[in-house]
């Protein structure tokens, strides 16, 4: 089991510039959630997937698009990057969020908006 | 505002040492909690999760929740310098909300 995994690990995008940020779970996990942690701001929800076919926004959802592709796939959209968005971007998922919610993230992906 | 506060630290304990981490929260009716690791450079990593008043114990952790007096601690005994990384405490909520409520983290340092 390979858990969550997260591609790209690194990514310098240059103001304006979109890219998607992949995010797979091979735990059969219904819920998916993506996290920017910045310091000293903590972890801060971007968006969640509590099933497939649903996504909800989170905390800090300007600027960002998902896709919840299938049970497995969860990616996150920057279609015109900015300096703001520089931050550490992590995936995680949990099996069943109406209970416990026990959530487990993938490595994260560094990004620098130049 | 839901919030969960911790202690940024650093806390500083001798090798062999108890240490202990706190933090409060202060939506009453939250259900679930947990503690997650993160050294640096790393993602976060689940180490303990409680949901009723007492005690947990995993191996070197024991997590104490105190649903009256809105707190959760967490206590790490023979301190290791491996276990010198930032322990963060999230709170879940009641009902169907999903989220987390995270704090921002206390740092560790586990001297030899």
């Known amino acids: 089991n390979a858990g969550v995994t997260q591609t790209p690990k690194f990514q310098v995008l240059k103001t304006g510039q979109s890219m998607t940020l992949q995010c797979a779970q091979d735990?059969?996990?219904?819920?998916m959630y993506w996290y920017r942690q910045d310091p000293g701001m903590g972890l801060r929800l971007i968006y969640y997937?509590?099933?497939?076919?649903?996504?909800d926004k989170g905390e800090v959802p300007n600027g960002y698009n998902v896709s919840r592709l299938n049970k497995r796939e969860f990616s996150l959209r920057l279609e015109s990057a900015a300096p703001s968005q520089t931050s550490v971007y992590f995936c995680?998922?949990?099996?069943?969020?109406?209970?416990?919610?026990?959530?487990?993230f993938g490595p994260g992906t560094r990004l620098t908006v130049l | 505002q839901k919030e969960v506060e911790q202690n940024s630290g650093p806390l500083s304990v001798p090798e062999g040492a108890i240490a202990s981490l706190n933090c409060t929260y202060s939506?009453?009716?939250?259900?679930?909690f947990f503690w997650y690791r993160q050294y640096s450079g790393k993602s976060p990593e689940l180490i303990m999760s409680?949901?009723s008043n007492g005690d947990k114990e995993d191996g070197r952790f024991t997590a104490q929740l105190n649903k009256a007096s809105q707190y959760v601690s967490l206590l790490i005994r023979d301190s290791q310098p491996s276990d010198s990384a930032t322990y963060l405490c999230?709170?879940?909520?009641?009902?169907?909300?999903?989220?987390?409520?995270w704090g921002l983290g206390t740092s560790l340092a586990v001297n030899p």
């Open positions: 995680a998922s949990s099996e069943d969020s109406s209970s416990y919610n026990e959530q487990f």
């Open positions: 735990m059969n996990h219904n819920s």
């Open positions: 997937s509590a099933s497939e076919g649903t996504t």
């Open positions: 939506d009453r009716v939250s259900q679930s």
């Open positions: 409680i949901y």
């Open positions: 999230a709170v879940r909520g009641a009902g169907n909300n999903r989220k987390l409520i």
